[in-house]
């Protein structure tokens, strides 16, 4: 089977196409310092695709991750449909799944996606993004946070304190 990297635009939506694909990228990051190379490729609603690589820098604390990559192309090229898959294939044989930073990142876009976790070779895990994200901060809960937010002004703020709106329960699990 040989990839057609001649041809990026190739839409492969299925998870195999999607990890091959991202497999493939990979050989593009910019990693001269950790030597790790990771490939990642979106998947919209509609079936567009887009593709990233981690880009490492000198400074090492600004270095971004492939599925950030591929998330900032996708915004850049317009598209603000719901990302449904995520492929991400490291160097090695053992699954890269996505960091933290990540995980959050990709909950942004696709609150209900796939995330296929390979290597350069080897299996791929695929989990959906709130089980990798569990209890995630989203849109809606900021939302419900700025609307008891108090105004902006003092004098509004000391004649209408906001509401005790948000008070949860914190749950007492067992240990
Ligand atoms: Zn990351």
Known sequence: MTDTADEPREQDASPEGLVRRARTVRARAYAPYSGFHVGAVVLTVSGATFEGVNVENVSYRLTTCAEQTALAAMCAAGAREEVVAVAVAGDGDAPCTPCGACRQTIAEFGPRAVVHATGARGPVHSHRIDVLLPDAFTPARLAAGAQAAPA?????????????AGTEEVPRGGA
Request: hydrophobic share 45%.
């Open 152 to 164: 902006p002004t003092a004098a509004a703020s000391l004649d209408d304190p906001p509401a005790a």
